[in-house]
């Protein structure tokens, strides 16, 4: 048994890997200040800390001992960085600063990042390789991928290991349906549901990386006992991909079109370096999971 802290252990993805960690009987220990978190999503096994990342003093009392930490926490999407970057940046910056910091002083094993593939941005060649150059287009995927930088900095400055999973579109249980956090199938479902037509940003050709949460979470504890400690990003996503057209025909109804912005056109994944360093392949198909969504918001 190992004792674990989780950042944003209230929130969508860090809930779940919060309950796997329980699972197999691990100590866990939940550092969320709620602010896109929800209570109904801890779980209670675990030692829920409200607390903001931003107050380091405040978080590094509770690294005291333990062996990893699995930093979910963020401001997530695209669109609300950029109406709001200072916020932003004080949350998915500083905050991760401080979390490396107090992991550091606190002598942690390891610290599993959760990065984002968003640090991509708009790239010429496809797959997305972790090769590839940054170039993100939101302040959300500059600070994520600043985030990474801090990551590998501590691992060569004070030897602390780390490791950056870079995440491409989650969804699954408890995903966010409606508002700032919300993703396209989340919002998809969360209209259909409301019997209001699917709102699709630009042409709908798009085209999209689409992750299982519990992939995902396993991908996370792979990392975790790996041998991998560099700082090093490795992409975390299914190998296909979906344009929001295709999305919407499988929610069904019916849809309108809304102006573009300024976003990638696409982002597939490449996850050949995940399955050679972590052994670790998705198992879910988006296409085999909408159905069983569609049943659980009874649409």
């Known amino acids: 048994m190992a004792k674990i ?3 944003g252990g209230a929130g969508f993805i860090g809930s779940n890997l919060v309950d796997a ?20 999503n801890l779980n209670g096994q675990a030692t829920f800390v409200e607390a903001d990342l931003r107050d380091l003093e405040k978080i590094k009392p509770h690294f005291a001992g333990v062996d990893y930490v699995f930093h979910e926490a963020a401001l997530a999407r695209v669109q609300p960085s950029i109406e709001d970057p200072v916020t932003y940046n004080d949350t998915n910056v500083n905050g991760t600063l401080n979390v490396l910091v107090a992991a550091k002083d606190a002598g942690v094993k390891k610290v599993i990042y959760a990065a984002s593939s968003s640090a991509y941005g708009d790239q010429k060649k496809m797959p997305l390789t972790e090769d590839l150059p940054a170039n ?3 302040p959300y995927g500059l600070q994520k991928y600043i985030g990474e930088e801090y990551c590998r900095l501590f691992s060569c400055v004070y030897k602390l290991p780390t490791v950056c999973l870079r995440y491409f579109n989650v969804y699954g249980p408890r995903m966010v349906l409606e508002g700032a956090y919300a993703s396209v199938i989340g919002i998809f479902g969360h209209l259909r549901q409301q019997g209001k037509p699917l709102t699709i940003v630009g042409d709908g050709e798009q085209l999209r990386t689409y992750t299982y949460v519990k992939d995902i979470v396993r991908a996370n504890l792979l990392a975790a006992a790996s041998d991998i400690s560099d700082g090093r ?15 919407a025909a499988l929610i069904g109804g019916p849809t309108v079109n809304i102006p573009p912005r300024l976003e990638p056109r696409r982002n597939l994944c490449d996850n050949s370096l995940a399955k050679t360093l972590l052994g670790w392949e998705p ?6 999971w909408i159905p069983e969504y569609k049943k659980q918001l009874k649409i």
């Open 283 to 288: 198992e879910m198909e988006l296409d085999r």
């Open 136 to 138: 993100p287009l939101s």
């Open 21 to 40: 960690l329980i699972e197999r009987g691990d100590e866990v220990i939940i550092l969320d200040n709620l602010s896109t978190g929800k209570r109904e």
């Open 233 to 247: 990003a490795i992409n975390a996503g299914q190998s296909s991909e979906y344009s929001v057209n295709q999305i």
């Open 5 to 7: 802290l989780v950042t």
